[in-house]
């Protein structure tokens, strides 16, 4: 406990020092791909903006209460349909494999969905350290102290209703292109800002898998065919979780950026497979001084 006070002592010296750390995690992604055989990117016109809420669920298999965040998330998303983004991170001790967990066969619980980025953002966010289930909406309220960013589940439809209608300030479309003979994708990501803003912005992408078949602790009771939901993958951005510069200074209204990826896709993480099928693209745009995304947008990898 002595440890992680002293990390974020420190964390909290930095954050009041500077505006901006970048990467303060340093990460690489091993499976970027060259972009140069990439097609051209096609955009539609948008004329109806919105904001997105972006709803970081952290997760893990051995989380009794865990499910009832995942059920929370799926009521949020069914009241305000295509304003929500939700993503599972499976972190710390509750995410770690446990066979024979609470009984359960010498089979069970031997998933491992825990990944380098989700444990960055866990340390970064301190979930963990708080307890699972927390969640992060836009990430907004960051304080490395007191962790108003985090989020109990009970709260959840309350903080959602409360911030659903934020106007957007800037709109992002992603692009993708998949070849399933190699497994790659090339993702066009570009963005153009409906408000004049200052300030430091990076983009990130993140891989994520829907409608994983597993075990999970459910309040106590070890449920075989639990389905998990949005489960992180990885980060396409090539320098990891913290993402790409996009803009910073003076932004005026109009202001737009493309940026494009390519990435190829495991067989499997860790042993578990990932159907391609099932697969989507989250993108999102945060401020580096606060860490509030200021928008996000998804994309089913196979329509």
Not at 30 to 55: E, G, Y
Not at 128 to 150: C, V, W, Y
Not at 181 to 207: E, H, P, Q, W
Request: proline content about 5%; charged content about 15%.
């Amino acid at each position: 406990m002595r440890k992680f006070f002293f990390i974020f002592f420190a964390l909290s010296i930095i954050f009041t020092s500077c505006d901006y750390i970048q990467n303060p995690y340093p990460e690489g992604n091993l499976n970027v791909s060259d972009t140069s055989s990439c097609p051209p990117a096609q955009f539609p016109l948008v004329t109806d903006h919105f904001k997105k809420i972006l709803i970081e669920d952290f997760t893990g298999h051995t989380c009794g209460n865990c499910p009832k965040a995942a059920k929370e998330l799926y009521s949020i998303d069914s009241i305000y349909p295509g304003k929500i983004i939700g993503i599972g991170l499976h972190v710390g001790g509750y995410a770690a494999p446990a066979p024979g967990y609470n009984s359960s066969p010498s089979t069970a619980y031997t998933a491992d969905y825990r990944t380098t980025t989700g444990e960055l953002l866990d340390a970064f966010f301190g979930a963990s350290e708080f307890g699972l289930p927390q969640g992060m909406f836009n990430r907004k309220q960051f304080d490395a102290i007191n962790k108003t960013h985090l989020q109990f589940y009970p709260n959840w439809k309350t903080y959602a209703a409360g911030i659903i209608n934020e106007a957007s300030v800037v709109d992002l479309q992603i692009s993708v292109d998949y070849t399933s003979s190699n497994r790659k994708i090339c993702a066009d990501v570009r963005d153009s800002f409906l408000t004049n803003m200052n300030g430091t912005y990076n983009l990130v992408v993140f891989l994520t898998q829907d409608s994983i078949i597993s075990w999970q602790d459910y309040i106590g009771v070890n449920k075989a065919d639990y389905i998990h939901r949005h489960v992180f993958r990885d980060a396409i951005t090539p320098s990891g979780a913290w993402g790409e510069l996009l803009a910073s200074g003076t932004i005026v209204v109009g202001t737009t950026n493309s940026k494009r990826f390519a990435y190829t896709i495991p067989v499997d993480y860790k042993g578990i497979p990932c159907d391609v099928n099932k697969c989507h693209l989250i993108a999102f745009i945060y401020n580096t001084s606060t860490y509030e995304i200021i928008q996000s947008e998804e994309v089913k990898i196979i329509p």
